[in-house]
């Protein structure tokens, strides 16, 4: 099934810096949600983008959404340390009853 | 209001021993249920999903197995276990309703076949 494939690279900032990370996906979704994942723990849904929207908000979260690209973003400004974790995006390609194709995630580390 | 449970948290079982991992989840009725595996450094593999009692689904040919005795409890399971089955395994069920429609995780078991 398609999967959601976020850009690889660790992100390492400092804490007030704004952390950006990127997925791409390669055939048409109906939405697309990021989750956050602290080490050794289950994910937290952040955000829920659909096809015919193309940004989101919520608190220090933006996600944008390019269909004509299969891609999206993830802002998250004024990081924090607790902003340290793992970031996937899922995304919902009508498989039906709800599944979704996670990526491989991204790793970010805000540094006190 | 709505959780999900999982248990147990760590788990190390030797090749060929039987697994059962289970999820409950409260404050719903017929939620889809999923097992998802993780491993290390990597993204998330759907095994096994269910719409409602007694239907599975699965995604990938394997040595699990998945049951769904009640509506809201979800097994993983195996008969005998092989070193692959290592990893990080984890329940969710899909909250369909605005403005909060996603997966909702359990906090997972990492299970370490040696």
């Known amino acids: 099934s398609q999967q959601g494939e976020e850009d690889p690279q660790a992100l390492s900032i400092q804490e007030g810096e704004n952390a950006t990370m990127n997925c791409s996906y390669k055939?048409?979704?109906?939405?697309l949600q990021w989750y956050r994942q602290n080490s050794g723990r289950g994910l937290v849904h952040l955000i829920l983008?659909?096809?015919?929207?193309r940004e989101k908000h919520s608190g220090r979260l933006r996600v944008t959404l390019d269909t004509s690209k299969k891609s999206s973003s993830l802002l998250i400004t004024a990081s924090r340390a607790a902003d340290t974790a793992s970031y996937f995006c899922?995304?919902?390609?009508?498989?039906?009853?709800?599944?979704?194709?996670f990526g491989k995630g991204n790793q970010v580390v805000v540094i006190p | 209001s709505q959780t999900i449970h999982q248990w147990p948290a760590t788990l190390v079982q030797p090749v060929g021993s039987p697994l059962s991992l289970e999820c409950t989840v409260e404050?719903?009725?017929?939620?889809?249920l999923y097992w998802y595996r993780q491993a290390a450094g990597r993204g998330l593999q759907l095994l096994f999903y269910?719409?409602?009692?007694?239907?599975i689904s699965s995604e990938v040919p394997q040595n699990l197995s998945a049951s769904r005795p009640q509506d809201r409890q979800f097994i993983l399971s195996s008969k005998k276990l092989l070193l692959s089955d290592s990893g990080f395994y984890l329940c969710?069920?899909?909250?369909?309703?605005?403005?909060?429609?996603?997966?909702?995780f359990g906090s997972g078991t990492r299970l370490t076949v040696v």
């Open positions: 969710a069920w899909y909250r369909d309703r605005a403005p909060d429609r996603g997966y909702t």
């Open positions: 055939t048409s979704i109906n939405n």
């Open positions: 983008i659909r096809s015919n929207e």
């Open positions: 899922a995304t919902d390609g009508g498989y039906g009853n709800n599944r979704l194709a």
């Open positions: 404050g719903t009725s017929n939620p889809n």
């Open positions: 269910s719409v409602g009692i007694g239907q």
